[in-house]
């Protein structure tokens, strides 16, 4: 497939990120690198389906918008911003109502026309600082949580 096709590809994926579009988009092998995961939660389409499942749940109105995207051969890089409502339990921390944001990179290798494999990394600090999780540098616990 040419660069223009995998960049397309890649595309669909993050504009539609908010339904399950997944098994049209992700190869069922798919290997997923994120240092924030354990290495179990990383093989198989199963268990990917199981993150963004999280992720839908947690921020309901979940938006990915692609600011950059740049490709060769198989590989595709792009540069996102996520953007949610935090309405529903996520990974045990019980709903707050606080809109988040973040940035993130990914780089992901397309074969056979889906997406394979995939490097992600996001800024999870800076999400739990907005959830008020994670006090940000110099403020306090308390004032976190407010």
Known sequence: MSAEANKAIVRRFYEGFHTPIEDELIAPDYLHHDPALPPEMQRGLANYKLLLGAFRA??????????????????????????????????????????????????????????AEGWVNFDALGMLQQLGVVPAPGQSEAAATA
């Open 58 to 115: 947690g921020f309901p109105d979940l938006a990915m918008a692609v600011e950059e995207v740049v490709a060769e051969g198989d590989l595709v890089a792009s540069r996102w911003t996520w953007r949610g409502t935090h309405r529903g339990d996520f990974q045990g921390i019980p709903p707050t109502g606080r809109r988040v944001e973040g940035p993130g990179m990914s780089i992901h290798r397309i074969a056979g026309g889906k997406i």
